[in-house]
């Protein structure tokens, strides 16, 4: 079962190439709600003193206003990454006034809908853009499902890594090469998709979540105490099915096809071109102000949901699928991680070292293409680990044949083990195998998982999840308060937040085009 990625494994090892396993690149985007001291959504704009949510490359907002993103740059070192994370949320706390950052992925006190404000970027065409698109999902999804945060784990492998991978490949140096890489991210992705399940597992960290969130509607989940829902064995609630889906697949008829980039690209084009009943009942434009971008199945190919993406960093109006098709796939982008609520950055080095082993190893293993049955297993699988992942007698399927997680995930990590080392050799370090070996246990206990600590944590302290998310975000508060800026690196983020401030004046002063002009001009690809 393992053959390919073993061969791939013999080879690498044997060739000594270690840039090719040293130069790889990890960018993150963390989502965190800025919350009051009571633990409601924050009511206030997003701060002008961390610039425009439009136009700064690292410090932006997600579907709410209170909904900070931050953005990491891309780099071959884990430890970088992990420090300008830091410094920037160092930065953000100096610019807050009576607000913390809510320290996990199911969110707060939520006073209904209309507690949550739509993130707003200003007056110009594309910040008008996409405060519309946000519109658009809250009518679609509700605004409630939307304030769920997560970690996106962005990867690219290093230049001299395909190479070396093509030739254990067997393929020739003058084949094009960036269909060639896509190829290769593509098998990535649809293993991803098949050992997605052990993410939730392994780092889910949304085991139960405040009444409140449900708004009063029923649900099967079940009560941990008189303000909090949970479910006994669930790793994951953000990734199960109370978290932002598009359970509307089946009435809709879409599903993006990772067969290829091609087919990748051409299932999400029809879905944005393909006009839905079901969305059209809100309209385009009501009373002069727009309700969505469009009536179609998706607005924009990012709201079509997945727990990974192929990605190519676009230019100005570009569409996604319009760059991916011109540049290939630049880097996968891993969507499937809860916030880490034990860790003021909310992700640790160790999660980033065998999420690094993962993925070369995903890259190497057989991926065959996904048939239906292969998809039913692959979105069975995930939500039982999401909802029942820690359960002793939890069956998952692999190609029809049923397994505990204790069984897959044994035998993953095993193999696992191998790339970890390889990566040790080329790094420098024992991180990579002991974040493995960390693993490890994890699947032989599940009261290792972050999920299970949480509530045990919270059964010890007789805390809801309110209380427990409360203290650990007044903790983490604490620890950013006593961490200190350079002058130099307190000067490099004024400079970026003024300097996007006037990136966003000059996009505003050069618009000309009223914005339904601008709207059909984007989709017809005429900017």
Same mark, same amino acid.
């Given at each position: 079962?393992? /053959?390919? &990625?073993?061969?791939?494994?013999?080879?690498?090892?044997?060739?000594?190439? #270690?840039?090719?396993?040293?130069?790889?690149?990890?960018?993150?985007?963390?989502?965190?709600?800025?919350?009051?001291?009571?633990?409601?959504? &924050?009511?206030?704009?997003?701060? &002008?003193?961390?610039?425009?949510?439009?136009?700064?490359?690292?410090?932006?907002?997600?579907?709410?206003?209170?909904?900070?993103?931050?953005?990491?740059? +891309?780099?071959?070192?884990?430890?970088?990454?992990?420090?300008?994370?830091?410094?920037?949320?160092?930065?953000?706390?100096?610019?807050?006034?009576?607000?913390?950052?809510?320290?996990?992925?199911?969110? *707060?006190?939520?006073?209904?809908?209309?507690?949550?404000?739509?993130?707003?970027?200003?007056?110009?065409?594309?910040?008008? @853009?996409?405060?519309?698109?946000?519109?658009?999902?809250?009518?679609?999804?509700?605004?409630?499902? !939307?304030?769920?945060?997560?970690?996106?784990?962005?990867?690219?492998?290093?230049?001299?890594?395909?190479?070396?991978?093509?030739?254990?490949?067997? #393929?020739?140096?003058?084949?094009?090469?960036?269909?060639?890489?896509?190829?290769?991210?593509?098998?990535?992705?649809?293993?991803? %998709?098949?050992?997605?399940?052990?993410?939730?597992?392994?780092?889910?960290?949304?085991?139960?979540?405040?009444?409140?969130?449900?708004?009063?509607?029923?649900?099967?989940?079940?009560?941990?105490?008189?303000?909090?829902?949970?479910?006994?064995?669930?790793?994951?609630?953000? @990734?199960?099915?109370?978290?932002?889906?598009?359970?509307?697949?089946?009435?809709?008829?879409?599903? &993006?096809?990772?067969?290829?980039?091609?087919?990748?690209? #051409?299932?999400?084009? *029809?879905?944005?071109?393909? +006009?839905?009943?079901?969305?059209?009942?809100?309209? =385009?434009?009501?009373?002069?102000?727009?309700? !969505?971008?469009?009536?179609?199945?998706? /607005?924009?190919?990012?709201?079509?949901?997945?727990?990974?993406?192929?990605?190519?960093?676009?230019?100005?109006?570009?569409?996604?699928?319009?760059?991916?098709?011109?540049?290939?796939?630049?880097?996968?982008?891993?969507?499937?991680?809860?916030?880490?609520?034990?860790? +003021?950055?909310?992700?640790?080095?160790?999660?980033?070292?065998?999420?690094?082993?993962? @993925?070369?190893?995903?890259? *190497?293993?057989?991926?065959?293409?996904?048939?239906?049955?292969?998809?039913?297993?692959?979105?069975?699988?995930?939500?039982?680990?999401?909802?029942?992942?820690?359960?002793?007698?939890?069956?998952?399927?692999?190609?029809?044949?049923?397994?505990?997680?204790?069984?897959?995930?044994?035998?993953?990590?095993?193999?696992?083990?191998?790339?970890?080392?390889?990566?040790?050799?080329?790094?420098?370090?024992?991180?990579?195998?002991?974040?493995?070996?960390?693993?490890?246990?994890?699947?032989?206990?599940?009261? *290792?998982?972050?999920?299970?600590? @949480? =509530?045990?944590?919270?059964?010890?302290?007789?805390?809801?999840?309110?209380?427990?998310?409360?203290?650990?975000?007044?903790?983490?508060?604490?620890?950013?308060?006593?961490?200190?800026?350079?002058?130099?690196?307190?000067?490099?983020? %004024?400079?970026?937040?003024? /300097?996007?401030? !006037?990136? %966003? #004046?000059?996009?505003?002063?050069?618009?000309?085009? +009223?914005?339904?002009?601008?709207?059909?001009?984007?989709?017809?690809?005429?900017?």
């Amino acid at each position: 079962m393992y /053959q390919l &990625a073993e061969k791939y494994l013999r080879a690498f090892s044997a060739s000594n190439e #270690k840039s090719a396993f040293s130069q790889s690149r990890v960018g993150l985007e963390k989502e965190t709600l800025r919350v009051s001291h009571e633990g409601n959504l &924050a009511q206030t704009p997003h701060p &002008a003193s961390l610039g425009s949510a439009l136009t700064h490359p690292h410090i932006t907002t997600d579907f709410s206003e209170a909904m900070l993103e931050i953005v990491t740059p +891309p780099s071959h070192d884990i430890t970088e990454v992990l420090r300008f994370l830091h410094d920037t949320q160092t930065f953000i706390y100096r610019q807050l006034e009576n607000e913390i950052l809510w320290a996990t992925s199911m969110p *707060c006190v939520v006073a209904g809908e209309t507690s949550i404000p739509l993130a707003q970027y200003g007056s110009s065409n594309s910040g008008t @853009m996409k405060t519309v698109y946000r519109r658009g999902l809250g009518h679609r999804y509700g605004r409630v499902m !939307q304030v769920i945060s997560g970690v996106h784990y962005n990867y690219s492998f290093a230049e001299d890594f395909w190479p070396l991978f093509f030739e254990v490949a067997g #393929k020739e140096r003058n084949d094009n090469m960036q269909d060639a890489i896509a190829e290769a991210y593509f098998a990535l992705l649809r293993n991803l %998709q098949r050992f997605g399940w052990l993410i939730p597992y392994l780092f889910g960290a949304s085991p139960a979540v405040c009444m409140s969130f449900l708004q009063g509607k029923k649900t099967t989940l079940k009560p941990f105490n008189k303000t909090t829902y949970y479910e006994p064995y669930a790793t994951s609630l953000r @990734m199960g099915d109370i978290g932002y889906q598009n359970n509307k697949e089946s009435e809709v008829g879409i599903v &993006a096809d990772y067969s290829s980039l091609h087919a990748y690209t #051409k299932t999400l084009q *029809c879905a944005i071109e393909t +006009p839905s009943p079901a969305y059209e009942k809100f309209g =385009l434009e009501v009373d002069g102000v727009f309700q !969505q971008l469009n009536t179609h199945i998706l /607005q924009i190919e990012n709201e079509y949901y997945s727990t990974v993406r192929p990605k190519q960093i676009t230019n100005r109006y570009e569409m996604p699928i319009d760059a991916l098709r011109s540049r290939g796939v630049q880097y996968v982008e891993l969507r499937s991680l809860d916030v880490n609520a034990f860790h +003021p950055l909310g992700i640790d080095e160790e999660q980033l070292y065998f999420l690094e082993t993962l @993925m070369l190893f995903c890259i *190497c293993h057989e991926s065959p293409m996904i048939d239906e049955v292969g998809r039913v297993e692959i979105d069975l699988n995930e939500m039982l680990s999401a909802h029942q992942g820690r359960d002793p007698s939890l069956k998952l399927l692999r190609n029809g044949t049923s397994l505990s997680i204790k069984e897959w995930g044994g035998e993953l990590l095993q193999q696992l083990m191998g790339f970890a080392e390889l990566l040790d050799n080329a790094n420098n370090t024992t991180a990579y195998s002991d974040s493995v070996r960390k693993q490890q246990q994890a699947i032989v206990d599940p009261e *290792c998982t972050p999920s299970a600590r @949480m =509530l045990d944590d919270m059964r010890e302290r007789g805390e809801g999840f309110y209380q427990y998310a409360m203290r650990m975000s007044q903790q983490h508060h604490q620890a950013f308060m006593q961490s200190n800026l350079s002058d130099r690196q307190l000067a490099f983020y %004024q400079q970026l937040s003024e /300097q996007s401030l !006037q990136q %966003q #004046k000059q996009i505003e002063e050069s618009d000309t085009l +009223p914005f339904a002009t601008f709207l059909q001009r984007y989709y017809a690809r005429q900017l």
